[in-house]
């Protein structure tokens, strides 16, 4: 058997007829750009999230920069970052003109600490902060961090590109977020059949920034306000969003019982593996587990010999990616997100996985010598 790390093309019985049907629709009725399915998409993501405002975008990095640009933040403004993310958390503070400050994260969340975030704004006395919330989990010390930040007066960003559905406390993660976004990137739990994004927030002034910024900071069709850009969420994306939004709960429960199968099914002593905190519902974007940097190299060529799919999210940490040269404003580092980016290791997981998948995966891996 062969097992890959991700297969976007598990769809529901009828999905793909359902959308090309609509997107027939549209080809007739011509409402490539805005139009009434990108208010239906809005709606039901905002119902789904049970957030104020959610406003669809081009793709997930821009939302990062709608959210920090309609939050307030300008050139030179100092925004702290954890040191273990993606990149886009990093380039879209750049591209807003401001500069950002790493932070190391947890060993043993992998998440950022609410100590942290407070050592790093006593040391660089910031303007803004985004938490990033990785592997379909919500950061444990999120209402910590959040409580913290609004006490110092710093502007709290979420970066939740992973995660769509996450819960905390049984409350949707994205619904205590002052301004948060994600990313519709085809391999996310909700993904599109293209790029798209997301920006939520629960302030109607940032939501009407937000709404004009994506839109080249329109106030009426040739009336100008601000300066934006174009960020429109298109209408065959919005499309496919709002079939996918239908069946997303069966999705996620897809995956969080990969995610639970190899946490309880995976017994092997170099294998480490970490799941959300236990307030926290995952979504099941990915399965983590750690192991050595020295034990990692092997372990690979084993699961690539067996032909078991394999991710590293993510091989490296943002201080020290050649392109952070001459941007970063400082760090703190104490050497985990480097040490976690030598030690990660992602197992196959995606909706629909079969169980004869998942038990390939688990007896493979049950059998590493
Ligand atoms: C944590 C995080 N932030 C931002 C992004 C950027 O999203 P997009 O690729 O849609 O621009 C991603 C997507 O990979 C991500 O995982």
């Known amino acids: 058997m062969k097992v890959p790390f991700i297969d976007i093309l598990r769809y529901e019985k009828n999905f793909c007829e359902t959308v090309t049907e609509k997107t027939a629709a549209l080809l007739k009725n011509g409402h490539f750009v805005g139009g009434p399915v990108i208010a239906e998409f809005e709606t039901s993501l905002k119902s789904y999230t049970h957030t104020h405002f959610a406003l669809g975008c081009a793709n997930g990095t821009d939302a990062i920069q709608v959210a920090l640009r309609a939050a307030g933040i300008e050139k030179n403004d100092r925004v702290l970052i954890p040191d273990m993310t993606f990149w886009a958390t990093f380039e879209a503070v750049v591209n807003v003109g401001a500069v950002p400050y790493t932070v190391d994260v947890s060993k043993e969340t992998l998440h950022l600490t609410v100590n942290a975030v407070k050592e790093a704004i006593e040391k660089f006395n910031p303007k803004a902060a985004i938490l990033v919330h990785l592997y379909g989990w919500a950061c444990p010390e999120t209402l910590e961090i959040r409580k913290l930040c609004q006490e110092k007066g710093v502007i709290l960003i979420e970066d939740c590109a992973q995660a769509i559905g996450v819960k905390i406390n049984n409350e949707s993660l ?143 940490a943002m201080s020290e990616q050649p392109g952070a040269t001459g941007h970063l404003g400082g760090k703190i580092s104490h050497g985990n997100s480097d040490w976690i980016a030598k030690s990660v290791i992602n197992l196959p997981c995606f909706a629909y996985m079969s169980q004869a998948e998942v038990d390939f995966v688990i007896e493979t891996v049950n059998q590493y010598k």
């Open 174 to 316: 994205l619904a205590g977020a002052f301004a948060a976004s994600t990313s519709f990137y085809p391999a996310k739990v909700l993904g599109a059949s293209g790029d798209a994004g997301a920006v939520f927030t629960t302030s109607s002034e940032v939501a009407q920034i937000a709404h004009k910024l994506l839109n080249h900071g329109r106030t009426s069709h040739y009336e100008h306000g601000l300066i934006g850009w174009n960020s429109r969420l298109g209408a065959y994306e919005a499309n496919f969003l709002v079939e996918s939004l239908k069946h997303l709960d069966a999705r996620l429960e897809s995956r969080r019982k990969v995610c639970s199968q190899y946490r309880e099914r995976i017994k092997h002593p170099q294998l480490k593996f970490i799941g959300p905190a236990a307030n926290v519902w995952e979504n099941g974007y990915l399965s983590v587990a750690l192991m050595t940097p020295e034990s990692r190299p092997a372990f690979i060529e084993y699961l690539k010999k067996h032909e078991v799919g394999y991710g590293t999210v993510y091989p490296g």
